[in-house]
C-alpha cells in the first residue's frame, strides 16, 4: 500500500514530520516498507529560455540559453517544438538523474553543439505520459527556484508492508484514521455529500445466487446521465501517478481514486453498452469474458458474474469487462458498488490469475457500510469532474451488518502482555479505534467497527490496546527457572542423530543436507516415486518426488564434485527419507557415500601409504565400517547384528551386505553400487555408500542402575593359535569365524581373520583363510591335552559347518 | 724398558686399535682370559720369594688394572659410537608430511550445529526438542493453526502440494514447523517448552529463498506466559546465540493467523559493514516473528484458552545460520560441495555447549 504525505495530510490533521509519522506507522503495525522522499527530484530547477536558435547542423534541434538563475547562463541543445524564446520550465544541469529516461546526463555535443543540461518534459520527470515539449511554466514561477516544490514533486512516498488482516487500511483513509487513533493527529471529518437525485436508474439488479446470497451480501448501482468523460484533473492525475497508477480517463480515475483513497472499489459501466438488467450469478463452466486488461478469461461457476442481455459483463469483484468500459465518448455511466464475499473473491482471483486493487481490497474484506456512502462520494466526484445529473440509487440484497460484539474483561490485557494499561487508559484506546464500549469493568461489551472484520475476540482486542499503547512498553521478565538441575531433554532419536552426524564427521567425511525431493525415475530407482509422494507442483522436473533414499542425492552430489575436479569425496546426511505420506512413513536415515581414494586413512597418493595400498579406491569394505560406526554410535550391541551377503537392488549384488538384528529387523546396507544404478543416475568412480535405519534401532534398555558390571581380569595369560583352512571360495569367512568361536564360548574370547588368499598353489574355486583365535584361561592354566582338545574341536567344528580343510 | 713395561705398551696399543665391541674382547681374552699374557704373568707370583713377591706382584697388580680400566673405557667408547652410528643410521626426514586427522577432514554442515547451538541454550531455559513430520495434513499445517480455508494468508505459503488422494484430501510439505505446535499439545500436558528446528518447504527459489529451508520455532504453554516472557526469552536467546553482551530489540505489532497479539521482531545491528554486527549499530533488521498463541490454536491443541495461555515464535534457521557466520546464499547450503562444506562447516569435536561456549 503506497500514498504521499499530502494525501495523508487530506486527511489527517498533523505536525508530525515524516520521520514520526513513519516510525508511528511501524509502531502500531503499518510497517514501513520503503520511503521515497523524492531527494531525487531535488536538482531540478525552474529556468527560463533567453535565446532559442536553430542548431547548424539539424533541422529539427535548437540550440538553446538558458537562465538557470545562477552564474553565466547555460548553453543547451533542446529537440522539443515549443522551445522557444521566453520559455520557463524546469532545467536538469549535468549530473543529474532523470528518472523518467533512467539517464544521469552529462555534458554531451549533439551534432557538434555542446549542451550543458536538459530543458524536461513531463514525462522525463515522470508527471504523465506528456512527450510532445518540454514543460511551460506561467511568468509568475521564480527562476533558479525548486522546480519540485512548484510542481509538488518533493511530496515524499510512503510505502507499507500491509499483513493481510487489515482491510480498514487499504486506504489512505483508513491509515490516516488508525494514526489519529494513536494520538499523532486528528482525523479529519469526510464530507457527506448531498447529491441531488433526478429520475430512476432503469437498469435494474437481480441477485441469482441460489443458496449461496452471502457470495453478494449487497449490490448499488445508479446512472448518471450526460456526463462528459475525458482527461481528469491535474490534481486527480497527480494523486493517481504519485503512488505509479496510470490515469485513463476521469470516469476510471475516479474509481481508482475511491479504491486507495476511502478503500471503496467501485465499478464504471457505460450505460450505451449495457443490454437489459444486471444479473449477478454463477458463471457457467466455459463462460468467456475479455476483460479491461485485455485478455480472454474462461470462467467457472465458482466465479461470481455480473451480466446482461449480452452476456457477461464483469467478473464481480475482481476486473470488469472490456465491452461495457467507459471512455471518452461514454455520456451514461452506471455506478457499481457491491459487497463481495472475501473467499470466493481470492479464489476467484488465484483461479484466474487475476491480481487487482479490487480483487486486494475484497479478498480482505470491504467496510459494508461505505457501500451506499461510498457511492454518493463516487457520484459527486462524477458531477464535479464530468457534469451530469444523477438518478436514485437501486440496492439489493443490503443489510445494515450488526456489529460484533466481545466481552472483554480488561484484564485480559495483563493476563496476556504483562503489562500495566489502565482500565481508562483501555478504554479510550477502543473508542479512538473506532469500538464502542458499554459496560464498565472489570468486563466490557465491545462492539466492533463494520471496518475491522479481523477483529473476533479477546485477544484481538488486547493487541489493538497493546499496539497503540505502544508494543515496546512492555519490559522483559524472566520465565520462572525451574528449581532443579535440567534432566535430559532429548529424545533417543534425536541422540542417535547428534551420534551419527559426529561419528561420521569424525571418520573425516563432510555433512551434506540435500533435497528432500529428487527426480522421478531416481526415486524409482531406490524403490519410491509411488504416487502418494508425488509433488503436484514441484519446483522442478528433478525435483517432484520424496526420496526413498539419501543415496541418490549424495551419489548426484558427489558426482557434482568430481565434475569440480574433486573426484576424492567422503559425504553423508543424516536425515529424512520417506515410505509413505504418513508421519510414521518419514524415516530418520543415516547415508553416506565415498568416492574416489577417500577413505577413512584420507585421500590420495602421499609417501608413506604408497607401500600399504594407498591410494586405493574405495570399495564394499569402508562402506561397511562407516556402517559400523554409525551402528556403535548410536549403542547398538553390536553381538546380536548380522551380516547377510547382498544388499538392495540399487547396490552391486556382490559387494553388498544387509545389516540386520534378528530375521525381521534391517539395520540397514552398504555396498558398492550396481552398473545400472550409476548409468542411470549419470555418475561414475570408484563408489560405496550405507544407509542406516536409525529409527529401526530399538530403543535402549533402562538400565537400574549406572554402576557398570565389575570388571573380571583373568590372572592367566591368554594365548593366541593361528590356524588356515582352505574352503570352497563362496564360503563366507564370516562362517570360519563363527565356527570357531562356538568351539567354547568361554575359552575362546576373539576370533579375526589376518589372511585371505586365492591362488595357483590352491585347486581352482578354492581360497585359504587364515584366523588368528584368542584363547583365554579363566579358572587355571591350560594343559597341552586341553590345548590339544580345543584345537581339535576348533578344526572340527569349522572343517564340519563349512566343508573346509585344515591348510597342512 | 722393562718386560712389564713393554706388555704393558703393546696391550695398551691393542686396546687403543680395536674398533668394535667384539675386538676388545678378543684383546681382553688374550690379556686377561686364563691364558692371557697378564694372566699368565700372575701365575708366575706363586714360584716367587716373598720379597720379590711384594715387589713384582704389585707391578703385575698395577699393569692388571691399568688394562682392565682401558679395556672398560675403551668398550664404553665403543658402545658410544656404536649407538651414534645406528642414530645416524636411523635418521629421518621429518619433514616429510603425515595425513591429516579424520577429525580434522570431517565436517558438521552450519544447519547441525546451529541445532546444537539452540538445543544448549534453551536446554539451559528448561525447553525440550520437538520434531514432526515433513509431510503434513492440511489439517495440522494450516487449519489447526487457524488459517482459514481459502484465506490470503494462506497464498503468502506457497506452499508445495501432493496429489489428492481418494478422499481429494491433498496433503502438503509443511511449509512452517507450527504444525508440530498443535501436535505437541495434542499429546502433552501443560506446562509445555518446546524448541522445534526443522526442515521446511515453500515454492521459492534466490539467494535469500530456497524451495526447501529449516526452521526453528519455539513454543511455551503454561497458565502464565505472556508477552513479557516472550521478550525476555527472545533477548536471553539472542543475546546467547549471537554471544554478545547485549542486544536491543524491537517488537512490531503484526499479524500471524495463529497468534494474537503477533509481533515481527527487529534486532538492532551494524549493517554498514559486509558482515552484519550485532549489539551495536544503528540499524534495524527483521528477524523473527512471534505472539501470544491463538484461542483457536489452543483450542486446536485441546487446550481452553481461558485456562492456558502461551507464546510461541519463529525465525529461520539457516538465516540465523547465514547472519552469524556469515553465508552470503542460502542456496549453497543444500549444494554439497566440498568446498563450502569445508569452509563453512565445523569439526565433529567442536561441539556448541554452554560450559566451553557456543562457538570457538
Request: proline share 6%; charged share 25%; with cysteine.
Amino acid at each position: 500500500m503506497k500514498f504521499t504525505l499530502s494525501w495523508l495530510k487530506e486527511h489527517l490533521d498533523t505536525d508530525a514530520s515524516l520521520n514520526e509519522i513513519c516510525e508511528r506507522l511501524t509502531s502500531i503495525g503499518l510497517e514501513v516498507e520503503d520511503v521515497d522522499d523524492r531527494a531525487s527530484f531535488k536538482p531540478f530547477v525552474i529556468a527560463k529560455i533567453l535565446t532559442a536558435e536553430k542548431h547548424p547542423d539539424a533541422d529539427k534541434l535548437k540550440v538553446l540559453s538558458v537562465d538557470t538563475g545562477v552564474g553565466k547562463p547555460v548553453q543547451v541543445v533542446c529537440g522539443a517544438p515549443n522551445a522557444r524564446a521566453g520559455l520557463i520550465g524546469a532545467f536538469a544541469a549535468p549530473g543529474t538523474y532523470v528518472p523518467g529516461i533512467d539517464v544521469t546526463l552529462s555534458v554531451g555535443k549533439i551534432r557538434g553543439v555542446e549542451s550543458h543540461g536538459m530543458m524536461c518534459s513531463e514525462r522525463e520527470l515522470q508527471m504523465s505520459d506528456n512527450h510532445e515539449g518540454i514543460i511551460e511554466l506561467p511568468e509568475t514561477a521564480e527562476v533558479g527556484t525548486s522546480f519540485a516544490a512548484y510542481a509538488g514533486l518533493d511530496d515524499p512516498l510512503i510505502e507499507i508492508n500491509l499483513t493481510p488482516n487489515r482491510p480498514d487500511c487499504t486506504s489512505v483513509y483508513g491509515i490516516a484514521r488508525d494514526l489519529a487513533a494513536s494520538g499523532l493527529g486528528t482525523l479529519k471529518r469526510l464530507d457527506e455529500p448531498a447529491i441531488k437525485v433526478d429520475g430512476e436508474t432503469p437498469v435494474k439488479v437481480q441477485l441469482e445466487l441460489g443458496d449461496a446470497p452471502e457470495l453478494c451480501p449487497g449490490f448499488a448501482l445508479r446512472l448518471v446521465r450526460g456526463v462528459k468523460n475525458g482527461p481528469s484533473p491535474e490534481w486527480l492525475q497527480k494523486r493517481l501517478l504519485s503512488i505509479g497508477l496510470r490515469p485513463i480517463n476521469a470516469l476510471v480515475d475516479i474509481t481508482n481514486y475511491m479504491t486507495f483513497d476511502q478503500g471503496r472499489p467501485l465499478h464504471v459501466f457505460d450505460a450505451a453498452k449495457v443490454s437489459g438488467n444486471l444479473t449477478v450469478r454463477r458463471a457457467e463452466g466455459g463462460e468467456t469474458v475479455l476483460a479491461l486488461d485485455g485478455r480472454t478469461y474462461t470462467l467457472s461457476p465458482a466465479n461470481v458474474v455480473i451480466s446482461d442481455d449480452n452476456g457477461v459483463e464483469s467478473i464481480a469483484g475482481v476486473m470488469g469487462g472490456e465491452a461495457s468500459g467507459c471512455d471518452e465518448n461514454t455520456t451514461d455511466v452506471l455506478i457499481e458498488s457491491a459487497l463481495w464475499d472475501p473467499l470466493n473473491i481470492a479464489k476467484t482471483g488465484r483461479a484466474l490469475g487475476i491480481i487487482t486493487d479490487a480483487r486486494y481490497r475484497f479478498e480482505r474484506g470491504v467496510d459494508p457500510e461505505t457501500m451506499v456512502s461510498g457511492l454518493e462520494r463516487a457520484t459527486q466526484l462524477v458531477l464535479d469532474l464530468c457534469g451530469g445529473v444523477a438518478a436514485a440509487v437501486n440496492v439489493v440484497g443490503y443489510q445494515k451488518p450488526e456489529a460484533k460484539r466481545i466481552a472483554f474483561p480488561l484484564s485480559e490485557v495483563k493476563r496476556l502482555t504483562g503489562i500495566d494499561v489502565s482500565d481508562s487508559d483501555s478504554i479510550e484506546i477502543l473508542n479512538r479505534l473506532g469500538f464502542a464500549v458499554e459496560g464498565s469493568a472489570p468486563e466490557l461489551q465491545v462492539s466492533v467497527p463494520s471496518w475491522r472484520p479481523d477483529v473476533d475476540g479477546k485477544a484481538d482486542l488486547v493487541e489493538e490496546v497493546l499496539r497503540i499503547h505502544g508494543v515496546d512498553k512492555v519490559a522483559p521478565q524472566p520465565l520462572e527457572r525451574q528449581a532443579s538441575v535440567n534432566s535430559r531433554i532429548l529424545t533417543t532419536i534425536q541422540i542417535r542423530t547428534r551420534q551419527a552426524k559426529r561419528a561420521l564427521a569424525a571418520r573425516g567425511m563432510m555433512e551434506a543436507v540435500t533435497w528432500s525431493f529428487i527426480a522421478k525415475p531416481h526415486a524409482e530407482l531406490f524403490g519410491g516415486g509411488a504416487e502418494s509422494l508425488s509433488l503436484a507442483n514441484p519446483i522442478a522436473a528433478d525435483m517432484s518426488d520424496m526420496r526413498p533414499s539419501l543415496l541418490p542425492g549424495l551419489l548426484l552430489a558427489v558426482q557434482r564434485n568430481a565434475d569440480r575436479g574433486i573426484g576424492d569425496v567422503a559425504i553423508f546426511e543424516v536425515s529424512g527419507t520417506y515410505d509413505n505420506d504418513r508421519p510414521e512413513g518419514q524415516r530418520r536415515v543415516a547415508g553416506g557415500v565415498r568416492r574416489g581414494t577417500a577413505t577413512l586413512a584420507g585421500a590420495g597418493r602421499l609417501w608413506s601409504n604408497a607401500a600399504k595400498g594407498g591410494g586405493k579406491p574405495v570399495d564394499v569394505y569402508d562402506a561397511k565400517a562407516d556402517a559400523i560406526a554409525v551402528l556403535e554410535a548410536c549403542g547398538v550391541p553390536m553381538s546380536n547384528v548380522q551380516f547377510e551377503q547382498g544388499g538392495p537392488s540399487w547396490y552391486h549384488p556382490g559387494r553388498s551386505g544387509t545389516i540386520k538384528m534378528g530375521p525381521k529387523i534391517v539395520l540397514g546396507s552398504f555396498g558398492e553400487f550396481h552398473p545400472r544404478t550409476l548409468e542411470a543416475l549419470d555418475v561414475s568412480g570408484a563408489l560405496a555408500g550405507f544407509e542406516i535405519y536409525l529409527d529401526a534401532m530399538s530403543e535402549p534398555k533402562k538400565k537400574a542402575t549406572k554402576t557398570k558390571p565389575a570388571l573380571e581380569l583373568s590372572p592367566f595369560q591368554a594365548v593366541k593359535r593361528d590356524f588356515a583352512f582352505i574352503v570352497d571360495s563362496t564360503v563366507e569367512a564370516g562362517a570360519v569365524l563363527k565356527a570357531a568361536a562356538s568351539a567354547d564360548r568361554k575359552l575362546v574370547t576373539g576370533v579375526s581373520v589376518f589372511d585371505v588368499f586365492e591362488g595357483a598353489s590352491l585347486s581352482e574355486g578354492r581360497k585359504s583363510i587364515a584366523i588368528e583365535v584368542v584363547i583365554q584361561p579363566v579358572e587355571r592354566t591350560l594343559t597341552d591335552e586341553d590345548f590339544e582338545a580345543l584345537t581339535a574341536k576348533i578344526i572340527a567344528n569349522v572343517t564340519k559347518s563349512t566343508g573346509g580343510t585344515l591348510r597342512a | 724398558m722393562s718386560e712389564l713395561e713393554t706388555l704393558e705398551s703393546t696391550l695398551l696399543a691393542e686396546i687403543d686399535a680395536t674398533a668394535d665391541e667384539a675386538a676388545i674382547e678378543a684383546v681382553r681374552v688374550a690379556a686377561l682370559g686364563k691364558k692371557g699374557s697378564v694372566s699368565e704373568l700372575l701365575k708366575t707370583l706363586g714360584g716367587m720369594s716373598p720379597e720379590e713377591r711384594q715387589t713384582r706382584g704389585a707391578a703385575i697388580n698395577a699393569l692388571k688394572t691399568r688394562v682392565t680400566d682401558a679395556i672398560s673405557a675403551r668398550k664404553a667408547a665403543l658402545k658410544e659410537a656404536a649407538i651414534a652410528e645406528r642414530l645416524k643410521r636411523e635418521t629421518l626426514d621429518v619433514s616429510l608430511p603425515v595425513r591429516s586427522s579424520p577429525t580434522e577432514r570431517g565436517r558438521i554442515h552450519p544447519i547441525s550445529q546451529i541445532v546444537d547451538e539452540i538445543t544448549a541454550i534453551f536446554g539451559d531455559m528448561g525447553f525440550a526438542i520437538a520434531e514432526g513430520p515433513d509431510i503434513e495434513t492440511d489439517y495440522y499445517n494450516f487449519t489447526a493453526l487457524n488459517f482459514p480455508d481459502g484465506h490470503p494468508a494462506r497464498e503468502m505459503h506457497d506452499t508445495f502440494f501432493f496429489k489428492p488422494d481418494e478422499n481429494g484430501e491433498r496433503k502438503v510439505l509443511r511449509t512452517h514447523t507450527s504444525p508440530v505446535q498443535v501436535r505437541t499439545m495434542e499429546n502433552q500436558e501443560p506446562p509445555i517448552r518446546i524448541v522445534i528446528p526443522g526442515k521446511t518447504y515453500r515454492q521459492d527459489s534466490d539467494a535469500t529463498h530456497s524451495p526447501m529451508f529449516h526452521q526453528v520455532e519455539g513454543l511455551v504453554v503454561d497458565k502464565t506466559a505472556n508477552v513479557a516472557n516472550l521478550r525476555w526469552v527472545l533477548e536471553e536467546f539472542c543475546k546467547a546465540f549471537f554471544e554478545v553482551s547485549s542486544v536491543t530489540m524491537r517488537f512490531r505489532p503484526s499479524f500471524f493467523p495463529f497468534t494474537e497479539p503477533s509481533f515481527e521482531v527487529d534486532i538492532q545491528c551494524d549493517r554498514s559493514g559486509p558482515i552484519v554486527k550485532f549489539g551495536e549499530g544503528r540499524d534495524w533488521m527483521e528477524i523473527l516473528g512471534c505472539g501470544m498463541v491463538h484461542p483457536n490454536v489452543l483450542r486446536a491443541g485441546g487446550l481452553d484458552p481461558d485456562v492456558y495461555q502461551g507464546f510461541a515464535w519463529g525465525m529461520g534457521l539457516d538465516r540465523i545460520a547465514m547472519l552469524k557466520y556469515g553465508m552470503p546464499d542460502l542456496r549453497d547450503f543444500f549444494n554439497a560441495d566440498v568446498r563450502w562444506m569445508s569452509h563453512y562447516g565445523f569439526r565433529p569435536l567442536d561441539m556448541p555447549t554452554l560450559f566451553s561456549g557456543l562457538s570457538l
